[in-house]
Structures are given as structure tokens and as C-alpha cells.
DNA sequence: CGACCAATGCTTGTATACAAGTGCTGGTCG
DNA sequence: CGACCAGCACTTGTATACAAGCATTGGTCG
């Protein structure tokens, strides 16, 4: 450890570097939305090179997304085989929404007694937005997240909404097959009511069991898209193979 | 796409290249133990090419390993600037601790009416291991962690241990500091007994409030530590740099 | 005609070279 | 003596080259 530089100090500035904008990030954000959208469907065979090409960089950042999204269970590799698109797992969905299910329900038995005011309106205005006549699929997914994570925060346990959301991939891209079905998912905007409502009138027991039952009926959607798509789940290792898909980069 | 090569079958041939003893995996792992272990404390810098001399091999494992801590929040990267182990930070610890208690206490809402004999067993010789007199620190972790593990298993949903695993990261090195004071942690090993027994008995109710208890001890452990060790901790930004630790590989 | 087998294209894993950026250091100038 | 500033050493990010392995393919042999 001759001349040169040594560990810098540990303060404040770094955090401004922390604005990772690095070409891995990017890849990373862009891979993982095609997937939890569908855009790339489950079982869909990656190609290090192909993404790479496609996506102007080299194998490198591609491989590290890849990585990362393997480890989140999105993505499968096998080592001089290839990478795919993970099937959704019955088992793993199932995980996820206990997952789910269990941090939400604590969270709503740890409710302050009073209630920050600013979350209470962006709530407010969320369910607002949820009831608009003509509302875009994607843009109910969004407000659903913003939903169930303000609704987090509430409790003081904000953070943990990451760990959810790192948890549940597998279950939104079920959701997102059930509800490609329903036109416009009404029920559960008005499930989302009744749970704040709850929560505003203090009823930590009803809370409770509107949320559960809103959980159970997003879980109930996954088996029911299941019967009609089999070959989208895992499992039936004897399904069709799903050749290379044509993945088309705009 | 020419002549070569398609995506290959989708089968449970693949499931035997899941044995992924690659020389990451193995980076990865070394990496992570030495971390939780302490034997990289909080705030060391971890330098890519040392880590990759030291280990015997290129930067491109150790830098995929870094990257996948990074994701665990057990090691942060700045670009261009370097890696440092995390410090201890008590939000992501109380996050933890919330979502680890979530967890735990749902799976025993959640037991079955006839538990599995078999893991049953497991946990009774796990407990009888616990109270062994000359017991290691390191093998009672082990104990620990198996017992909550099983305890999980026993409720049905043994795979969202591995969630609660990464997510408890930053909760396992606070915990490890804390019971490094303590000689030996027999009040846990005793509340552990406790558990077990309300579990056999039936009695959901008990087996909550013991559970309850016994994790609110462990995150009591973890303020008391933070008084005496605050170096270790984040949030105070103007204390010691520690700069590069000597790491010594054996 | 069927079974076997080598050639070939692809895959990911690893190693290395180069690029861009940061912080310390030490000399220099006012 | 103090402030400034150029240079250097080190960092991670990215690109590329090479290595090892699997699966399909197409030919050959029985």
C-alpha cells in the first residue's frame, strides 16, 4: 500500500454519488420492468449477446442485471446453457403472498394513534384516482403499489416495503395475467376504500380483515389464470418448451 | 439465428445445473460469512482487486459477488470511489426485526392441526443441542437459525425463510456483536424451550407471546451494543473513518 | 432404417485491458 | 507560512478476449 490514495472518509458526500447512473442501472430498471410487464413472457430464453446488442452496451452490465435479477428469483441462469425468464412458480407465488400478507397485517396492528396527515391525504387522493372512469391498467398498478406502500409508511415501517417488493415478483406477473382478463379490476379499488376506511375510523380488527380478504381474493386471481395458462407456470416440466421467443426492442 | 443452437427444453435436466458451483457462487459465499461474521467489521473497505488477489482469482467474480451484497445492503458501492462494508444501520435493523417478527408470527397463526412428526423431532434434538454445556458461539447461530428455520417449515412455508435470511443481514451482525458480550446465551436457548413447548401443546396464543418476547430480546440487544460500539453504526456521518483494515486471508 | 458419434454453433464463466472519475499528496507560488 | 493546483495512485464501470461446457445437428456405421 505504497504512495497513492487510501480509504476516503466515510460521510455525507458519498451519498450524493449514491445517484448510481451508471449504464448497469439502466439495464437493470429496463429488464425488469419487460418482465414483470410480460413483455418478456415467462419462460423466455436471454441471451447475454442478444441483450447486449439489442441494448447497445456490452455483455458486461447485461450480465450483472442478469445476476441481480436472478437472485430476486425473476430470472433463471444455467451455467453454459442459458438464462431464462423465470416460469412463475406456484410454490413461490404461494410464499409471496404469505410474505405479503404477514408484513401488511402487522403493520396495520402497529397503527399510531394519530395518523400522519400528509399520508392520510395522499391516500385520500390515491383511492380518488383509483375510481377514474377510463383509467389505464398500468396506471391502477402503479396507484395499487403507491397504495399498499403509503399504507406501509403509515405504520412507521415504510422500509420494509422493499423487502415486499423484492419478494413478490413472482406474484404481480400472476396479478398482472388475472387481471389482463378483467377489464377494469372495480373490486379492488373498492376494497382499497374499505381498508382505509377502516384505518381512519381506528378499527384495527376491521382493518385487518378487509386487507386480508383483499390479499386473498389478488391470491385467488393467480389460480384462476393458472387453469387457463398452464404453460406460463412452472411445475409441468413436460410443457411446451417455448422456443426463443422474438423479443422485438422498439 | 441462424444454423446453430435454440433454447433448449425447459426440463428437469436443467434442475441438476442448478448445482451452481461456480467460482462466484463460492466468492459469494466466503464473502457473506466473513461479513456476517464480522471478520469484515463495518466501514471496511473492500477493494476489488485486493479481494481478487487474495481469493485467488479475477476481479469479475469478486466484483458480481460485491454486486449481489450490495443488493443485500450488506455492502455499499461508490462509483469510482470504492466498496465498503455497510455499518450497522438501526432503520434497516428495526426493519428487519419488524419483518422478521411478521413472519414468525404469522407461520404460528398458521400451523397445522397435526404437526409433522419428523420435524418435530428435528427441533427436539435441536433444542437438546442448544443446552449442551460447552457450547460453541458459532454452533449455537447455527442452532438458532435452524430452529427458527424449522419452527417455519412446520407452518408450510419453510421457502419464505430464505426472504427473511436476506433481508435479517444487518439483524444477524447486531445480533452476533451483542452476543459476543454475553458469555453464553442460554435466556435464549431457554425461550426457545418455551416456544417449542406452547407450539406442542397447541396453544397458538401462548407460542405468539413467547415468540414475541424472544425477538424483542434479541433487538434489546442490539441498543444496548449500540451504546457501547457506536462506530459501527450509521447515521453518525462525522465518526471515524476506519480506515483500510488490515484483512488477513489465512 | 436405426443407433451412435463427432463436429459445430451457441451458451455462460472467467480473465484482462481500457476508460472515466475521485481524493490524497506534495510541490509551488503568492 | 498558507492557499492553491497539478499530478498521481487508486477506485469502480465498461468492453473485449478467451475458456469450458452443453445441445443440437448431420453424417456415418452397423
Redesign the interface.
Known amino acids: 500500500?505504497g504512495g497513492g490514495a487510501?480509504?476516503?472518509?466515510?460521510?455525507?458526500r458519498?451519498a450524493r454519488?449514491?445517484r448510481?447512473r451508471?449504464s448497469r442501472r439502466a439495464v437493470y430498471e429496463t429488464l425488469r420492468r419487460k418482465v414483470l410487464t410480460l413483455e418478456l413472457p415467462p419462460?423466455a430464453?436471454l441471451s447475454e449477446n442478444e441483450l447486449a446488442a439489442a441494448l447497445g452496451v456490452s455483455r458486461t452490465p447485461v450480465?450483472?442485471s442478469l445476476?441481480?435479477l436472478s437472485?430476486e428469483g425473476l430470472v433463471?441462469?444455467?451455467?453454459?446453457?442459458?438464462s431464462?425468464v423465470s416460469?412463475v412458480d406456484p410454490?413461490?407465488v404461494a410464499?409471496a403472498q404469505?410474505?405479503r400478507?404477514?408484513?401488511e397485517?402487522?403493520?396495520l396492528d402497529?397503527l399510531p394513534a394519530e395518523l400522519d396527515a400528509d399520508l392520510v391525504e395522499e391516500l385520500r387522493r390515491n383511492l380518488a384516482e383509483q375510481e377514474r372512469p377510463g383509467l389505464d391498467l398500468e396506471d391502477f398498478f402503479e396507484l395499487d403499489e403507491a397504495f399498499h406502500h403509503a399504507l406501509l409508511r403509515l405504520s412507521g415501517?415504510g422500509?420494509?416495503w422493499a423487502?415486499v417488493v423484492?419478494?413478490k415478483g413472482h406474484l404481480d406477473r400472476a396479478r398482472r395475467l388475472g387481471l389482463y382478463d378483467t377489464a377494469t379490476p372495480t373490486g379492488f379499488a373498492a376494497q382499497h376504500v374499505e381498508i382505509f376506511e377502516a384505518v381512519l375510523g381506528g378499527d384495527a380488527a376491521l382493518a385487518r380483515s378487509a386487507m386480508r380478504t383483499h390479499l386473498r381474493a389478488v391470491f385467488d386471481d393467480v389460480e384462476r389464470v393458472r387453469a387457463r395458462s398452464p404453460e406460463l407456470f412452472a411445475k409441468d416440466?413436460?410443457?411446451v418448451?417455448?422456443?426463443?421467443n422474438v423479443v422485438v426492442w422498439e
Open positions: 500500500m487510501v480509504a476516503p472518509r466515510y460521510d455525507e458519498m454519488s449514491n448510481q451508471t419462460g430464453a450480465r450483472e445476476i441481480l437472485q433463471q441462469i444455467f451455467p453454459q446453457v442459458g431464462f416460469r410454490a413461490k410464499d404469505f410474505l400478507e404477514a408484513v397485517l402487522a403493520a402497529d415501517h422500509s420494509a423487502t423484492s419478494a416440466t413436460g410443457s418448451p417455448v422456443r426463443r
